[in-house]
């Protein structure tokens, strides 16, 4: 029977501890939370009951190793994934979709591979740091269902990387850190950019990384930081990342769209002063129940 349970009760960092520590090999399902107005009563404490939703990410370990991430919204197939990280231009990822498009990923990347397109290492690493990506991002959610079915894996046409739970947790850590002080930095998403005065003076001289450089194709003062993100495949952390660093050396400015002050002094307004405890007793159930699957 599946382990289910709830990030508000049992943090991804948790999950992730534990089936490091039982070696377990199945795969974690997150949902989306979806709010019903509904109060329930949990170990003597009220809180709003939440209703399961949509497959939001998927997460599968073996013996327990982290080795296949993927979630909804974000294209993680393995040209996606070169094209992304810059191994294969637009161009290229556009002609081999085309060319490949009933490929198995593990028959693709032997295909670059021979045509030199790529390395096995670009591969490995590409693929590898597309997990870390997924997994950080979760690391970061405190609401959403979850269920951890035993011995669940992903399709053999997926490249499958291992990787130590016990470095990504270190990292994730780290990372929420930074990722709570970039959100508090840029909190909403559907604010715009735009160039500064003098923009091609700004540029000069300037090294900018394949992501900045595609966000940067983009910025009109129209399209929104959200908008941006989705056409270059970007998770919210790593545009808020690449927005920061492209703002800070003055090279983009933060257009904000109308009646967005109010909107956020209203919504922090109504936000709990408090973060809710976490619940001993369900921690512990999950514990027992996560360890006797």
């Known amino acids: 029977m599946p382990l289910k349970g709830e990030l508000r009760d049992f943090s991804t960092t948790q999950l992730l501890n534990l089936i490091n520590l039982a070696g377990k090999t ?4 997150i949902f989306q939370a979806n709010r019903t107005g509904q109060m329930e009563e949990v170990n003597g404490k009220k809180r709003e009951r939440i209703e399961t939703g949509q497959e939001r990410a998927r997460v599968s370990f073996k013996s327990g190793k982290l080795i296949f991430a993927a979630m909804q919204g974000q294209e993680g197939h393995l040209v996606s994934v070169l094209n992304k990280a810059g191994k294969l231009t637009d161009d290229q990822a556009r002609i081999i ?3 490949a498009r009933n490929t198995s990923d593990k028959a693709l990347a032997l295909l670059l ?3 030199n397109y790529v390395s096995q290492t670009d591969v490995i690493n590409c693929i590898q740091q597309h997990i870390l990506d997924v997994v950080y991002n979760l690391m970061t959610w405190n609401l959403e269902p979850f269920r951890f079915e035993d011995n669940l894996l ?11 739970l016990e470095n990504v947790i270190i990292q994730g850590a780290r990372r929420i850190k930074e990722i709570e ?4 930095h840029l909190p909403n998403l559907d604010m715009a950019l735009k160039f500064p005065e003098n923009p091609k003076e700004k540029f000069k001289g300037i090294h900018l990384s394949v992501e900045e450089w595609r966000v940067v194709s983009f910025v009109n003062g129209k399209n929104s930081i959200r908008q941006i993100a989705k056409a270059n495949n970007m998770s919210e952390v790593e545009i808020r990342r690449v927005v920061y660093g492209l703002e800070q050396a003055g090279l983009v400015e933060l257009v ?3 009646g967005m002050d109010q909107a956020m002094n209203a919504m922090q307004r109504r936000r ?7 619940q001993a007793a369900v921690v512990n159930r999950l514990i027992d129940k996560i360890r006797s699957i």
Request: glycine share 2%; charged share 25%; no cysteine.
């Open 26 to 29: 199945g795969t974690l399902s």
């Open 97 to 99: 979709r085309e060319r």
């Open 113 to 115: 591979i021979n045509a």
């Open 154 to 164: 992903p399709p053999n046409d997926r490249i499958q990387v291992p990787i130590d």
């Open 181 to 184: 002080e970039l959100t508090q």
């Open 256 to 258: 904000k769209p109308p």
């Open 272 to 278: 709990p002063t408090q973060k809710p405890q976490v």
